[in-house]
């Protein structure tokens, strides 16, 4: 058996495993992944308490290394945070959409 110190590390390794963003998200029976599109998440977990939108710019620089030949690609893409409000006994959820497609899940805090 670890002994106390080791056992409180990997307990909060544990823990910090949990805390970032998730890969899914379960409404009632239904499990959204990121990946999903805005349609299949509607269809699943029904229209969310709040919408905000905001556009951002990706891009990319490409450059030979002897500076021969240099391409800058960018593009503009709808970013839309959805958030679902699931009652005072669970976490409200931040559902992040690039151009339609669910890019990341993050838990907020509870809900109300």
């Known amino acids: 058996m670890a002994s106390p110190p080791i056992r409180g590390i990997l307990l909060t390794l544990g823990l910090l495993a949990f805390a970032g963003d998730a890969f899914a998200l379960r409404c009632g029976h239904k499990l959204v992944q990121v990946g999903d599109y805005k349609s299949e998440v509607l269809e699943k977990c029904g229209e969310p308490d709040s919408v905000e939108q905001r556009r951002a710019i990706r891009g990319s620089r490409l450059r030979h290394p002897y500076g021969a030949l240099e391409i ?41």
């Open 72 to 112: 800058d690609q960018f593009e503009e893409v709808l970013i839309e945070e959805w958030i679902y409000n699931f009652g005072p006994r669970k976490f409200q959820q931040l559902l992040e959409f690039e151009d339609g497609e669910l890019k990341k899940i993050r838990n907020l805090s509870y809900g109300y």
